[in-house]
């Protein structure tokens, strides 16, 4: 497997809680990502990076920020968390050729 | 936007059938496809890919066929086995970023295969 940690793995907050999720590769890989996945839905995106400090919104972007401060960590933040925001949050990398490696996600609860 | 639809939601075969998972996306300009298994509880993981410029695509017991005209691709899976029980999930690439990793997913597949 791909060297890529996300934490934490589980997460209980309350709703309007700030909320901050970390994913740490150790590939060196330029692309990386953060996807929700919920039942029905499959993986959305949320947000990308291309490289340090470089970032972009994708399809469901409202409610997050991104940071990458460094090609290693790439860093998902709720401002403000909303019971709308459950869901189990994947990270993945990608070294230029297509293909995900996926973290081991994080699930995050609001209540 | 861009979209990608999948069918069907859930597939119950025996073991030893085969079965077929369909895709259809919106974005002209796709030109990767890949699919990912995802069993209970883990990570999804690329089982395999397609590039536009290629028609069908082989991996032991799975296949994966891409029609560019139609905008669909399909999901072969022959001589089933228990243990290829998981969600399938098929992807294509954004706006023909087929080396960045941006990609749409379908909703996914559940896919059962009785013993």
């Known amino acids: 497997d791909a060297g890529i940690t996300q934490s934490p793995r589980h997460k209980v907050t309350e709703t309007g809680t700030p909320v901050t999720l970390r994913c740490h590769q150790t590939?060196?890989?330029?692309?990386m990502y953060w996807y929700r996945q919920d039942p029905g839905h499959g993986l959305r995106l949320i947000h990308y990076?291309?490289?340090?400090?470089?970032?972009d919104k994708g399809e469901v972007s409202d409610g997050y920020s991104v940071s990458r401060s460094k090609t290693e960590d790439f860093l998902l933040t709720l401002e403000s968390a909303t019971s709308s925001q459950t869901s189990v949050y994947f990270c993945a990398i990608s070294g230029g050729v297509g293909e995900l490696f996926f973290g081991e996600g994080s699930r995050l609860t609001v209540l | 936007g861009e979209n990608v639809e999948q069918h069907p939601s859930t597939l119950s075969v025996q073991e030893g059938d085969s079965a077929v998972i369909k895709c259809t996306y919106s974005d002209s300009a796709s030109n990767y496809f890949p699919w990912y298994k995802q069993e209970l509880g883990k990570r999804p993981q690329l089982i395999i890919d397609i590039r536009s410029n290629v028609g069908e695509k082989k991996d032991q017991r799975i296949a994966v066929t891409l029609n560019k005209t139609a905008k669909h691709f399909s999901l072969h899976i022959t001589e089933t086995q228990p243990e290829d029980s998981a969600v399938y999930f098929c992807?294509?690439?954004?706006?023909?970023?087929?080396?960045?990793?941006?990609?749409?997913f379908g909703q996914g597949t559940t896919l059962q295969v009785k013993p």
């Open positions: 590939e060196n890989h330029r692309y």
């Open positions: 992807a294509a690439a954004v706006g023909g970023s087929g080396n960045t990793g941006k990609l749409i």
């Open positions: 990076s291309y490289g340090v400090k470089d970032t």
